[in-house]
Every structure is written in structure tokens, then in C-alpha cells.
């Protein structure tokens, strides 16, 4: 099987040039797993997810220190016994870690996290003093 790299439409042969060059740097080089997250804001909570597959739930630390959630994690290679050459791969493993800064609304000693299929779902309430709160108008 023979890849080759997509070049949009246009782009002009210096651009190319450049591209190139910068590919054969980056062509050796291991890129670190790093999971993309995604942070929703609801009336009573954040919910953070965060794609973790390949990630065992053992190997998922999340701790709260000074303000800050931390996520740390590793994901193992996982290969045959036989020592196999890879051709192209963008499947990246190793230790990740990131971390997010609460605020005073979150509420941290109710914070949960479940873990299915591959995301990890963080439920971060927010204090009760810091919610909305709607006040009714009475008629006399």
C-alpha cells in the first residue's frame, strides 16, 4: 500500500516545498498521545469528555489540587510478539497529562467521573451559591 499526503487544492509550489521539508523533520519523530477533550457548560455543571481509547480504566488518574483538575493517563503500544515495522501510523501511545483550571464554581467534593467506551465523562457541579436562582414576582 503506497500513501500519499493530500494537498489541497491551490496551494502553491513554495508552500509545497515547505510542507515537504518540515515532513521529513517530523517524519521520525514520535508524537506523544494527547486526547482531545470537549467542555460543555450546563445550568448546574461542566461535563468534560475526553477520548481516551485504548486507555485501561487503571491507568486513568484524575485529581483536584490547588484549583486545578489534573488528568493523567497512560496508553500502552500494543503489538505482536513478532517485532513488526510499522508503515505509517497515527495511532500514537504513551503518558498524557492535562490539567484544567476550576474557579470558585465548581463544587470539587461532588465531582464524578464514569468511563465507557473509550470516554471519560467528567461531572463537575457547580456550587449552589453560584447558580442561577429564579425569583418569582408576586401580585398584591
Known sequence: MFMTKWRPYGMSCVGREFDDLFDTFRRDERVAFNPAVDIVEEADRFL????????????????????????????????EQQQEKSFYSERHQGSFKRSFKLGDTVDTDKIEAKYDSGVLTLLLPKKAETQPRQIEVTVN
Open 48 to 79: 468534560i469528555k475526553a477520548d481516551l481509547p485504548g486507555v485501561k480504566q487503571d491507568e486513568i488518574e484524575i485529581k483536584v489540587q490547588d484549583g486545578t483538575l489534573l488528568l493523567a493517563g497512560k496508553r500502552e503500544e500494543q503489538r
